[in-house]
């Protein structure tokens, strides 16, 4: 059974950079076939699509957040990484990872809060 | 982008009874269309994918239905633990994009 967690500092400084990891465990992320993906959802609202790596490098954004964001994959720590530019309190949020296939995703994070505050 | 409006936002039902949630996409998504269910401090759980086929493990009284640009979920016999908020999610152009809805939140009534 494939696990993902999330970690990263709970409180980042606007005008910084996030940096999130999730760790893979039970699975390989260079498994092919699915797309490691990152989702936020802000404080009592909907989900929304960050990015998503492929195994191969490949990756792919949500449009208004494209410029700011960066997705990159570890195979030798089995990890991969979300960065996030130039935070403003807009993007505090809950932080998942998890694994699309298909189009869906069955196997997600149990979050992360970031906070954007100084 | 591909917008998903759901609707009600919120909505109130007793146990034992049918949830109807709705969910509809600014252009045509086919059939590439997910429902998921989060439960306070939980990560979404996958209950239906391609509109209609239930995930592995999630009981029968959960449907889904539609295609196009409507899309339903139904939760036939309510029991304690499917209150929750639901979101629906396509995945038309899959894997350049995809979005989620806004959610229905079901409350006991």
């Known amino acids: 059974q494939v696990q993902l967690q999330e970690s990263g500092p709970g409180l980042v400084k606007p005008s910084q950079t996030l940096s999130l990891t999730c760790t893979v465990s039970g699975g390989s992320v260079s498994s092919g076939g699915d797309y490691w993906s990152w989702i936020r959802q802000h404080p009592g609202k909907g989900l929304e699509w960050i990015g998503y790596?492929?195994?191969?490098?490949?990756?792919y954004f949500n449009p208004s957040l494209e410029s700011r964001i960066s997705i990159s994959i570890d195979t030798s720590k089995n990890q991969f990484s979300l960065i996030l530019s130039s935070v403003t309190a807009a993007d505090t949020a809950v932080y998942y990872c998890a694994i699309f296939a298909g189009g869906r995703s069955l196997i997600w994070g149990q979050g992360t809060v970031v906070t954007v505050s100084s | 982008e591909i917008v998903m409006t759901q609707s009600p936002a919120t909505l109130s039902v007793s146990p034992g009874e049918r949830a109807t949630l709705s969910c509809r996409a600014s252009q045509s998504v086919s059939s590439n269309l997910a429902w998921y269910q989060q439960k306070p401090g939980q990560a979404p759980r996958l209950l239906i994918y391609d509109a209609s086929t239930r995930a592995t493990g999630i009981p029968a009284r959960f449907s889904g239905s539609g295609s196009g640009t409507e899309f339903t979920l139904t939760i036939s016999g309510l029991q304690s633990e499917d209150f929750a908020v639901y979101y629906c999610q396509q995945y038309k152009k899959w894997p350049l994009a995809l979005t989620f809805g806004g959610g229905t939140k079901v409350e006991i009534k």
């Open positions: 790596i492929y195994y191969s490098g490949s990756t």
